[in-house]
């Protein structure tokens, strides 16, 4: 059993840490006031972006190390720009916010398969090699923890882990965080106090973008390879994640690895013989079933901000 678990994590990890980002993404998005459920669109995005910049990098330079943290950055700056539609249908407009996130899954899907299909003929985008695993010097010789934790990991898991510390950091312990919280929870005091809470949220938004196309990139330069205009649903499990873990980061943090490891768990426990009795489609839904009864559970004690979702009529005219 020692053996089958110490096979898994490190999978689970990896799988992981796109969730991670994406919903800490969400996370300053709804501090700042704006519901955003085009998660799933924006990490299409990035995942596009990247595919195509570091596929046309590497049939020119090959398979230096620096092309796919090109890939990165131009990943998360396309889905920052695309996720201004997203808040200027919900700040300046005043869209109904749950419509427009919607509509950002739905416009990312099809257009990125669009211009992947004109671009290769296919819809796919395939990368020629991604972020290698390796083992992390000294920690991983440490018995158990480095087995579990340091063995087969990638570069973008401690970037991400590193981007987690700065989000809590910034949230709670800088002014920046608390104009943003302060948008999110009470917005015309806020904007008494002389903070530019349309300009805060849009600041959100744009940072949700450039995680969530982070995220998506993350997955294509990992475990997938190739383009392919689907995410598999991982935004909206973000979201679910965001909320599980009470729109805290390392809330977040405790309900994206168990998201990430129970999905883990389902997807090879055909080929564990001790997880192999259970029936797949249980293990499967399994975690959406837990973060609903905790949902039921918790809804009292919400930590959602009090203003999230609702626009922002400035008094200033």
Same mark, same amino acid.
């Given at each position: 059993m020692?053996?089958?678990?110490e096979?898994?994590?490190?999978y689970?990890?990896?799988?992981?840490?796109?969730?991670?980002?994406?919903?800490?993404?969400?996370?300053?998005?709804?501090?700042?006031?704006?519901?955003?459920i085009?998660?799933?669109?924006?990490?299409?995005v990035?995942?596009?972006i990247?595919?195509?910049?570091v596929s046309k990098?590497?049939a020119?330079?090959?398979?230096? &190390?620096? /092309? %796919?943290?090109?890939? !990165? @950055?131009? *990943?998360a700056?396309?889905?920052?720009?695309?996720?201004? +539609?997203?808040?200027?249908?919900?700040?300046?407009?005043?869209?109904?916010?749950?419509?427009?996130g919607?509509?950002?899954?739905?416009?990312?899907?099809?257009?990125?398969?669009?211009?992947?299909?004109n671009?290769?003929g296919?819809?796919?985008?395939?990368?020629?090699s991604g972020?290698?695993p390796?083992?992390?010097?000294?920690?991983?010789?440490?018995?158990?923890?480095g087995?579990?934790?340091?063995?087969n990991?990638?570069i973008?898991? &401690?970037? /991400? %882990?590193?981007?987690? !510390? @700065?989000? *809590?950091?910034?949230?709670?312990k800088?002014?920046?965080? +608390?104009?943003?919280?302060?948008?999110?929870?009470?917005?015309?005091?806020?904007?008494?106090?002389?903070?530019?809470?349309?300009?805060?949220r849009?600041?959100?938004?744009?940072i949700?973008?450039?995680?969530?196309g982070?995220?998506?990139?993350?997955?294509?330069?990992?475990?997938s390879g190739e383009?392919?205009?689907?995410?598999?649903?991982?935004?909206?499990?973000a979201?679910a994640?965001?909320?599980?873990?009470?729109?805290?980061?390392?809330?977040?943090?405790?309900?994206?690895?168990?998201f990430?490891?129970?999905?883990?768990v389902?997807?090879?426990?055909?080929v564990?013989?001790?997880?192999?009795?259970?029936?797949p489609?249980?293990?499967?839904?399994?975690?959406?079933?837990?973060?609903?009864?905790?949902l039921v559970?918790?809804?009292?004690?919400?930590?959602?901000?009090?203003?999230?979702?609702?626009?922002?009529?400035?008094?200033?005219?």
């Amino acid at each position: 059993m020692w053996t089958t678990l110490e096979q898994i994590f490190p999978y689970a990890i990896v799988f992981t840490i796109p969730l991670l980002i994406t919903a800490l993404g969400a996370l300053f998005s709804e501090r700042s006031g704006v519901v955003n459920i085009g998660l799933d669109g924006l990490m299409i995005v990035g995942s596009f972006i990247g595919a195509f910049v570091v596929s046309k990098m590497q049939a020119q330079f090959g398979g230096s &190390w620096w /092309v %796919l943290w090109v890939g !990165l @950055l131009a *990943a998360a700056a396309a889905s920052a720009l695309f996720s201004l +539609l997203h808040a200027f249908a919900s700040i300046n407009l005043s869209a109904n916010q749950i419509i427009s996130g919607t509509a950002i899954n739905m416009i990312a899907g099809a257009l990125t398969i669009f211009l992947a299909r004109n671009i290769t003929g296919s819809g796919n985008i395939r990368i020629t090699s991604g972020f290698r695993p390796f083992d992390f010097p000294i920690l991983s010789d440490i018995p158990i923890i480095g087995d579990l934790f340091f063995t087969n990991t990638y570069i973008t898991t &401690w970037l /991400v %882990l590193i981007l987690l !510390l @700065l989000s *809590a950091f910034i949230l709670y312990k800088t002014p920046f965080g +608390l104009r943003l919280r302060a948008c999110g929870e009470h917005p015309h005091a806020a904007e008494a106090a002389g903070i530019r809470v349309r300009a805060m949220r849009y600041v959100g938004v744009m940072i949700s973008g450039a995680f969530a196309g982070l995220g998506g990139a993350v997955i294509l330069m990992t475990y997938s390879g190739e383009f392919t205009g689907n995410v598999a649903g991982l935004g909206f499990l973000a979201l679910a994640s965001l909320i599980f873990g009470q729109w805290k980061p390392f809330g977040i943090l405790a309900a994206t690895f168990f998201f990430g490891f129970a999905s883990t768990v389902a997807n090879v426990s055909q080929v564990i013989p001790q997880l192999a009795v259970i029936p797949p489609v249980i293990l499967k839904i399994f975690p959406y079933v837990v973060t609903l009864i905790a949902l039921v559970i918790f809804s009292k004690s919400s930590n959602a901000p009090k203003a999230v979702g609702e626009p922002f009529d400035s008094g200033k005219r």
